[in-house]
C-alpha cells in the first residue's frame, strides 16, 4: 500500500495568518496522464469530510479561493492564504493512484 | 443535489455481522461515472478505505477486510450495503458511505457516517 504521511499534525494558527500543511507519499502519485491522484478533505467538526481539493491543485466546486494545492510525484502542499475561523477541523490528504486508497494521518487546524 | 444517508444498528455484539445500507439521492446508482464506497474512521484516527462497488456489481476490497467484506449493491432502491462479518471491538468506528468519480478517483460526496460500536 501506498503510505501518506502529514505534517504537522496538530496546527495553530491565528485568524487572518497563512496556512501550509504537506502531505508527502510512499510512491509518485504522478499517473502517466499528467495528472496527480491526490486529494485533499476538511473534515468539519461533527461532520463528515468534505472535498476541498482534487488532483492536486483544483479546487471543488464551492471551495474558497483562499485554499490552494501545489505539488508533483510525492510532495504536496495545501495552503490556506488567510486563515478564517471556519476553517478548523481536522484536514486529510489522500492518495488515489493505487488501490486501496490511502488517507494521511490527518492535521488538526485550530485558532489561537 | 446528491445526497448520501447511512442506516443500520448502532450496537453489534462481538462475532456478529456488522450490517449497514447507504441510501443515495437526487443522482442513480446506476450513473456509470461513479463508484459507490465505504469508509470508515476509528474514534480520533484517521480515514480507511473499506471497499466500494459499481452499479454492475464489480466490487473492490480493501485486503485487510477482504475476507471478512461484502458490499452489495441495489440498483432499484438507488441503495448499497456493506456487510462486516465477525466483529470485534477493533471494527468500533464511525462508517461512512461516499461517492468516489471514476475519473479522477475522488470521494466528492459522503454521508454523514454512522457510529458503530461492538460491544456485548
Known amino acids: 500500500d501506498i503510505v501518506v504521511t502529514q505534517s504537522p499534525l496538530s496546527l495553530p494558527v491565528t485568524p487572518g495568518e497563512p496556512a501550509s500543511i504537506s502531505c508527502r507519499s510512499s510512491?509518485?502519485?504522478?499517473?502517466?496522464?499528467?495528472?496527480?491522484?491526490l486529494h485533499w478533505y476538511l473534515q468539519k467538526p461533527g461532520q463528515s469530510p468534505q472535498l476541498l481539493i482534487y488532483?492536486?491543485?483544483n479546487r471543488a466546486s464551492g471551495v474558497p479561493d483562499r485554499f490552494s494545492g501545489s505539488g508533483s510525484g510525492t510532495d504536496f502542499t495545501l495552503e490556506i492564504n488567510r486563515v478564517e475561523a471556519e476553517d478548523v477541523g481536522v484536514y486529510h490528504c489522500m492518495q488515489a493512484l493505487q488501490t486501496p486508497p490511502t488517507f494521511g494521518q490527518g492535521t488538526k487546524l485550530e485558532i489561537k | 443535489q446528491v445526497q448520501l444517508q447511512e442506516s443500520g444498528p448502532g450496537l453489534v455484539k462481538p462475532s456478529q455481522t456488522l450490517s449497514l445500507t447507504c441510501s443515495v439521492s437526487?443522482?442513480?446508482?446506476?450513473?456509470?461515472?461513479?463508484?459507490w464506497s465505504w469508509i470508515r474512521q476509528h474514534p480520533g484516527k484517521g480515514l480507511e478505505w473499506l471497499g466500494y462497488i459499481y452499479y454492475s456489481g464489480t466490487t473492490y476490497y480493501n485486503p485487510s477486510l477482504k475476507s471478512r467484506l461484502t458490499i452489495s449493491v441495489d440498483t432499484s432502491k438507488n441503495q448499497f450495503s456493506l456487510k462486516l462479518s465477525s466483529v470485534t471491538a477493533a471494527d468500533t468506528a464511525v462508517y461512512y458511505c461516499?461517492?468516489?468519480?471514476?475519473?479522477?478517483?475522488?470521494?466528492?460526496?459522503w454521508g454523514q457516517g454512522t457510529l458503530v460500536t461492538v460491544s456485548s
Open positions: 510512491q509518485s502519485l504522478l499517473h502517466s496522464n499528467g495528472d496527480n491522484y
Open positions: 488532483l492536486a491543485s
Open positions: 437526487g443522482g442513480s446508482i446506476s450513473s456509470g461515472d461513479y463508484y
Open positions: 461516499a461517492r468516489r468519480t471514476v475519473i479522477n478517483h475522488e470521494f466528492d460526496y
